[in-house]
């Protein structure tokens, strides 16, 4: 037998939480609602009774809580307030109790413990009973039953007459708030395509309704299993459960990342090397070849620009998002898989999406007891990290309304079956695309070939195309690239499995150019430190920089010429630009920064905006698919129809409209292009087969 008492609980409180309780009182005098208090497990109960009482908690927790639960009745508080029904809530746990979820086994069952991860799912909170009345119906004593399962127990019969006859009496009842979450893993410790385990858990009384689906929490409480199978038919297989004591939320961004000293003064030292960029660069997916417009884009990424609020109230993302499209083949999957492997944080996942609430959040009424159930997808889960969808141009409809949303405001809003909630979504996205013809067309514009709609586009900060076109040169490059990794691979193998073949220098000489030049783990510290650390200021030489970029090209589109480039893209510049300060460290955003990111955006901008007929850049036609010329020209078709509409009254004949095209110098080809379009966007109809008539007048 152990140590544990009522008596000895008494004793530990009125030495180490005194105070706490004073507060507590307080709060149930005035009518607060909160009935716990919190107890720090390592800095308190760790050290008293030399830790003895402690280490009954976690191997007897039932009965030792009982006991914690009347040793607090028992002190005597300052207000003379009853503490009857108060929860002791014990939070910190030492690191060795902390255990992953997919390490729980059979040995924790019944055990106190700490599990750690995201909450993927919660049900409403409905209250639970626990304690149910049953009146007899003969001699009209009440029974009481107390209840722990899902199911209600209902007595066999009445404790004093016998008589099988009883009525459930829902009033007499005792019930507690209830609610039940899933959490899973987080999702940048899963390697290579693991599938995430969860795990139930059970809050109730005030711990109810305190987390949101997105949420990062350490759960401590007791692991409970119940047998699988539904109403009588139960099976000797369990599912675990836990029941949970208390909740941590983890606020703080990186918190889970411990940076030494040591680690700090590597950090600075990457920091102040001369080619920082091009190191980064060399150390995203070292085994891809090229695309290092793209690398920087990521790096620029992943150190974030700063998130700001203004005193307006007005808010403005750091995140920086990014949409790869381009032909099959090219790496775009591996690309973001090896993103996910780096990022301090991130969720891999495909448009199609692998959960019933896909890229963003959904309602759904949960399949075991039909409760509402608020689900978190993907963006939600990457809060304060990266967001990689491989296939984006597959997501569901659902989810393209609301990435407009998740996009610019970083929130999802739910509102379905009395379920309203608004979710945090403050990451960056990595989007990749195929585009929907195979293979990506040069002359015609991003949106149209990846179905996606201009709006949306337009939250990208930054757009890439990557094509496969034959180029002596840099196939060359590429092949030898490809093999030189494979023979490694072969090498590395061989070594492990047949025989020590190759020498340790050997290989290590032949890997240099596939190792990452800056470790993994130490790249993950830097951008978590440089994210925590670092919120640089915009200096007036950059400022400059930036302002003569956008009016210069802002100029060249007066006289009529196409729009080359919007705010939006001015916002993009800044946040690409802090980020690039953040890699060095540095408190100021200075004109190298600016002229590095130009570089990158301008590079985006040539491969995505280049209207083909003009060659000028045009961001209508990157984004909206209509260039200036094109937008001319449906001016010029729409005007033809709206004069001859005057004497068809039954529709203008498509040829008329053609010929009338033609001699304004838009080809009959064009011209019959423009007017399957304005009928497919609603601006004309057919009242008669090939007989157009214009919506609205122009
Ligand atoms: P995508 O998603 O663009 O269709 P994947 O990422 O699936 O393409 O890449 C296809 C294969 O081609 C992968 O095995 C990848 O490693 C290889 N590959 C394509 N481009 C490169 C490159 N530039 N360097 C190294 N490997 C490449
Ligand atoms: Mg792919």
Known sequence: MGISSPALWTEFFERYYREEINRLAY??????????????????????????LGEELIERPDEVLLHAEKGL??????????????????????TARKILIRDLRAEHIGKFLAIEGIVRKVTEVRPRIVQAAFACLNCGSINIVPQEDSQLRQPFECSKCSTKKLIFLPDQSVSVDSQRLKVQEY??????????????????????????????????????AKPRGVGQRKMTHMDLYIEGNSVEILHQEYEEF??????????????????????????????????????????????????????DGTEIRGDIHILLVGDPGVAKSQLLRY????????????GKGTTTAGLTA???????????????????????????????????????????????????????AGINAILKARCALLGAANPKYGRFEKYTPVAEQIDMSPTLLSRFDLIFVLTDEPDEERDRRLVDHILHSHQLGEMLERVKNVSAEYDEDYIKARAVRIVPEIDPELLRKYIAYARKTVYPVLTDEAKKKIEEFYLSLRASAKDNSPV??????????????????????????????????????????????????????DIDFAISGTSKTQRDRIMVIKKIIENLEESHENGVPEEE?????????????????????????????????GHYKLVSRV
């Open 27 to 52: 709060k149930l005098k005035s009518g607060g609602d909160g009935r716990s208090l919190y107890i720090n497990f390592v800095k308190d109960l760790a050290i008293f009774q030399e830790g003895k």
């Open 73 to 94: 009745v028992n002190v005597t508080n300052i207000y003379g307030v009853s503490l009857e029904g108060c929860k002791p809530r014990f939070y910190a746990l030492p």
């Open 187 to 224: 999702p940048e410790n899963l390697r290579g395509g693991e599938q995430p385990q969860t795990i139930d858990v059970i809050l109730e009384g005030d711990l109810a309704g305190t987390v949101n689906p997105g949420d990062r929490v350490v759960i401590n409480g007791i692991v409970r």
């Open 258 to 311: 411990e940076i030494t000293d040591k680690d700090r003064e590597m950090i600075m030292q990457l920091a102040m090397s001369e080619d920082i960029y091009e190191r980064i660069i060399r150390s995203i997916a070292p085994s891809i070849y090229g695309h290092e417009d793209v690398k920087l884009a990521i790096a620029l990424q992943l150190f974030g620009g700063v998130p700001k609020k203004l005193p």
């Open 339 to 350: 993103v996910h492997r780096i990022a301090p944080r991130s969720v891999y996942t495909t």
């Open 362 to 416: 959904t309602a759904v009424r949960d399949e075991v007891d039909g409760r509402w159930t608020l689900e978190a997808g993907a963006l939600v889960l990457a809060d304060k990290g990266v967001a990689l969808v491989d296939e984006i141009d597959k997501m569901r409809k659902e989810d393209t309304s609301a990435l407009h949303e998740a996009l610019e405001q970083q929130t999802i809003s739910i509102a379905k």
């Open 564 to 617: 080359p480039i919007t705010a939006r893209q001015l916002e993009s510049i800044v946040r690409l630009a802090e980020a690039s300060a953040r890699i060095r460290l540095s408190d100021r955003v200075e004109e190298e920064d600016v002229e590095r990111v130009l570089e990158v955006m301008k590079r985006s901008l040539m491969q995505i905006a280049v209207d083909p007929e003009t060659g000028k850049i």
């Open 657 to 689: 409209i053609l010929r009338e095209a033609e001699m304004e110098g838009i080809e009959r080809s064009k011209a019959k292009e423009i007017l399957s379009k304005l009928k497919q966007h609603g601006e004309v109809y057919t009242p008669r087969y």
